[in-house]
């Protein structure tokens, strides 16, 4: 070879956004931009040709606090958990229909713990590209715990971060 070694390896292909976001993780929690967030991720995981993974967090570090400041009694929280485990499931079984009309490869968890750390966890061993997550009003993070969860996903997590902001969000997005 005149120009350049005979043994040169080819250049790198370009990152494209197909193999950036090859699997995505989904939050669900049954709001409406959680299920935005849904229609929004198996829309993109058709589009690249990507697989999600739908967890839902059942949020027991609140419970935890709740039974301790004597709000539940055990009994109650029990029930209230098994009750929000059901909801869950429901949620995920739904996203898990979505997938399967739009020939999206889907995965569901439904887990528990503290909602952001379960999420950032879950990221981190399933090594997706992408954390899609319904929106939020910035004026809620104020009184809402959720709302303060889904922040500190945001602001915590070392891979991006897709908020979908529902119809509902985008209608009040000046009243903050």
Not at 159 to 169: A, G, T, Y
């Amino acid at each position: 070879m005149i120009f350049g070694r005979a043994n040169a390896t080819p250049p790198e292909r370009p990152a494209t956004a197909a193999n950036l976001l090859g699997s995505l993780l989904l939050v669900v929690d049954g709001s409406e931009p959680s299920m935005a967030a849904a229609r929004f991720a198996m829309d993109l995981a058709k589009q690249l040709q990507s697989h999600v993974t739908a967890v839902y967090v059942v949020d027991t570090a609140t419970m935890d606090y709740l039974t301790q400041m004597r709000i539940f009694v055990a009994e109650e929280r029990a029930e209230f958990e098994a009750d929000i485990e059901r909801t869950g499931q429901r949620y995920l079984e739904y996203v898990s229909t979505i997938g399967r009309k739009q020939g999206v490869e889907t995965k569901t968890l439904l887990r528990k713990g503290r909602f952001h750390t379960v999420i950032l966890q879950e990221a981190r061993s399933l090594a997706v590209n992408a954390i899609v997550l319904g929106g939020w009003r910035r004026s809620a993070t104020r009184k809402d715990a959720t709302s303060v969860e889904r922040q500190l996903v945001l602001d915590l997590a070392g891979l991006p971060v897709i908020v979908v902001k529902s119809d509902s969000d985008r209608e009040t997005e000046g009243d903050d």
